[in-house]
């Protein structure tokens, strides 16, 4: 399958803009890949803000990843979806109907190829993120305020600097903390109804050194997908925190190119 067949689709996780990003969406560019970072409904328009309107969900999120598959497929491209923690819920989710196997059965070209898991959270059906995210102990779970609207803040940035950028100094961790936009309650208390992770091939990279989403829930997730599906997971293990992408974005692209790599075999 040539490069140019293959489209890689980014999903940030919660509280994050494609911007927070780029080093690693530019990293993989520049390999010769087609890559699109995707702005959720679920994550407010710049820092420290919330969108208009009703409160998205994550099936909200889910219906926007699979507009822009579609979008992709339509012209047969094979689509790899890429979602980073929260993330790992609505591209899970979108995969219904877009597999490339079930668009083959419709006679349509192009469609997802594979699920690609950066330490994520990727639930089992009738779970959410909230679900996910209570298996953490206490201490380790994110300080959130929620406001009148149902949008959440962080509400003490060193301690996020320190479970979610432990790799940087602290002073560093709270700089980019401060850049988040506000983000989407209901979307973290959205079920996933659709286990995407049966219909197409999975890689899963595993943050050893994450203090958000720890190696023993990543391993639980991987375990739980394996059982699920009955295929085995790809699986790639790098020394880095949960934002990778700030702290080690070359890892996160050479994950990403080897995936797609796998896909061009």
Known sequence: MAVSNVSIVFVPGS????????????GVAAKGYDIHGLHL????????????GSLPTMYDDAAFIAKEVETLADQGKAVILVGHSYAGIPITQSVQGLS?????????????VRLAY????VPAVGESATDVLLK?????????????????????????ARTCF????????V??????PKHSSASFASPLTYPGYKDVPVSYLIHEEDRCLTPDLQRAEIEMIEKESGARVDVTSIKADHCANISAPQLVVDWIVSVAEQVNA
């Open 15 to 26: 509280f994050a803009t494609p911007d927070l990003y780029s080093k690693v969406i530019e």
């Open 41 to 52: 409904p679920s994550v407010g328009p710049a820092t420290g803000q919330a969108r208009e």
């Open 100 to 112: 490339v196997k079930e668009r083959q059965r419709q006679g349509k070209p192009g469609g997802i």
């Open 118 to 121: 950066m330490t994520a959270v």
């Open 136 to 160: 953490l102990p206490e201490d380790q779970r994110l300080a959130l305020d929620v406001d009148e609207s149902g949008w959440m803040t962080q509400n003490d940035p060193a301690k996020t």
């Open 166 to 173: 432990n790799h940087l100094s602290l002073d560093e961790g």
């Open 175 to 180: 700089h980019w903390v401060k850049q988040f």
